[in-house]
């Protein structure tokens, strides 16, 4: 189940750079107005993931109890409560965005060319969402294929549709989600179809107990998501802190955090294999075979991502003229790429441990984890490393804030997986409550 939304993700995250890339080619501003997109980007996405986790959650449950026939009324519950949702939440940024773009510091003279991207962005966003929640349908029912090969060719046609877009019909900056707009449109017409032959989704949601399908729905989704929302809202005072450095850094750092999502691309996916692998084994008692799967599985994050940190020091300047024409933006990225990269092995672990967190039956844990990491050790080192060293000392905060956060997050798990062991220990001889949807930590 891992490989296909490897390759599916991997998929996403380039065509991702590449609009990054051919964005790049327009200017300084336009890649700017890009930037100042990341965090209300993230902001949707942790809305779609949040309830994307929750379908996967209480869909698979429902199957495993043989009641096939509420999981396809639960299945359209979902994909109605996620377009409203998603909607109601892309209409609010719009109507508060000079405000957004006030508070994160961006510069008069960029908020004609945001409010120009930001109507095809919303609508692409939207979108996406659609798509992804199709998606987690689909891997509730244990199909990985259709996904991540639906990821694959949408996200190649979207790279092939940028160039013509941006530059061919001369759409310039909206271009770019115009196109996405066009392959997840594509994808939407593909998986829903296939979702209704297969008889794995139906909107009749009078047969459903709506109150109660809701707030089952809404017990899974609100520490999820609300662990996803950490990121945003994260990235959203980052950016403006880098706002003060001027429009060039906050261009640069958001092709930065572009190149970041790339770089966690094996975390997301292992983030998406190991909680059905720890379950089964939670169920069984079997602590000590998920301690070693645990350890395996953190050894493996560290090295990958110390490795990926050595290619993208090698090639930061490479990269750097690669993704902007610009002087001043290649400069600070390359800076970027010298330092913030080394610590992508210590944001891999804390992932892996929300994640894990999740899976053991501790999602306070879990949510206490991405808030410490953000709050406290990642925005903090961030705006001390620019009072002592401007710009490229609040890089170096990014660098030490996300490795002490991985300390931190495995110090965290290792304690949970102590005191779930103890508690498994004593109610060997009863059924345990923890494969239950048990939510103490």
């Not at 396809?72 to 949702?85: F, N, P, R, S, W």
């Not at 510091?105 to 939207?126: C, K, M, N, T």
């Not at 190991?274 to 050894?299: C, E, F, N, Q, Y």
Request: hydrophobic residues 55%; contains cysteine.
């Amino acid at each position: 189940m891992t490989w296909p939304m490897l390759f599916g993700v991997f998929s996403l995250m380039t065509f991702q750079l590449a609009d990054s890339a051919f964005i790049g080619q327009l200017g300084r501003d336009p890649l700017a107005a890009l930037g100042f997109t990341v965090p209300m980007h993230q902001l949707i996405t942790g809305l779609q993931v949040g309830l994307g986790i929750a379908t996967t959650a209480i869909i698979s449950r429902t199957l495993g109890a043989g009641d096939e026939q509420r999981a396809v009324h639960l299945a359209g519950l979902v994909v109605t409560v996620g377009a409203i949702a998603v909607m109601l939440l892309g209409l609010c940024l719009w109507l508060l965005r000079d405000t957004l773009m006030g508070l994160l510091g961006a510069e008069d003279s960029l908020l004609p060319l945001i409010r120009s991207y930001w109507i095809p962005w919303l609508v692409a966003a939207w979108t996406g969402a659609m798509l992804y929640f199709g998606y987690s349908i689909c891997r509730s029912h244990g199909d990985t294929k259709l996904p991540g090969l639906l990821m694959v060719i949408t996200s190649l046609l979207n790279i092939a549709l940028d160039p013509l877009y941006i530059f061919v019909f001369g759409w310039g900056l909206p271009g770019a989600p115009l196109a996405t707009i066009t392959a997840f449109g594509i994808g939407c017409l593909v998986i829903y179809p296939a979702l209704l032959r297969r008889g794995w989704i139906g909107f009749d949601l009078i047969q459903l107990k709506l109150s109660q399908s809701l707030r089952q729905l809404g017990g899974i989704m609100a520490p999820a998501m609300l662990s996803q929302l950490m990121p945003p809202l994260s990235a959203m005072l980052a950016t403006a802190m880098v706002a003060g450095f001027g429009s060039a850094a906050v261009a640069a750092w958001g092709l930065g955090t572009r190149l970041e999502f790339f770089s966690i691309v094996v975390v997301l996916a292992l983030t998406m294999s190991m909680p059905p692998m720890i379950g089964r084994l939670l169920g069984k008692g079997d602590i000590d075979t998920i301690r070693s799967l645990i350890r395996i599985a953190v050894r493996f994050v560290v090295v990958w991502q110390l490795a990926l940190a050595l290619i993208w020091l090698l090639a930061s300047g490479l990269v750097s003229r690669l993704f902007s024409a610009d002087a001043e933006v290649s400069g600070i990225l390359t800076d970027y790429l010298l330092r913030v990269p080394l610590s992508y092995s210590g944001l891999g672990v804390c992932m892996l441990m929300v994640s894990v967190c999740n899976a053991l039956g501790l999602p306070m844990r879990a949510l206490l984890t991405s808030v410490l990491r953000l709050f406290a050790c990642f925005l903090p080192l961030l705006w001390l490393g620019s009072q002592l060293g401007g710009l490229t000392g609040l890089m170096s905060g990014a660098l030490a804030g996300n490795l002490l956060a991985g300390v931190m997050a495995y110090l965290f798990y290792r304690k949970g997986i102590r005191n779930l062991a103890d508690r498994v220990q004593r109610s060997s001889s009863e059924p345990s409550p923890l494969t239950n949807g048990a939510t103490s930590s």
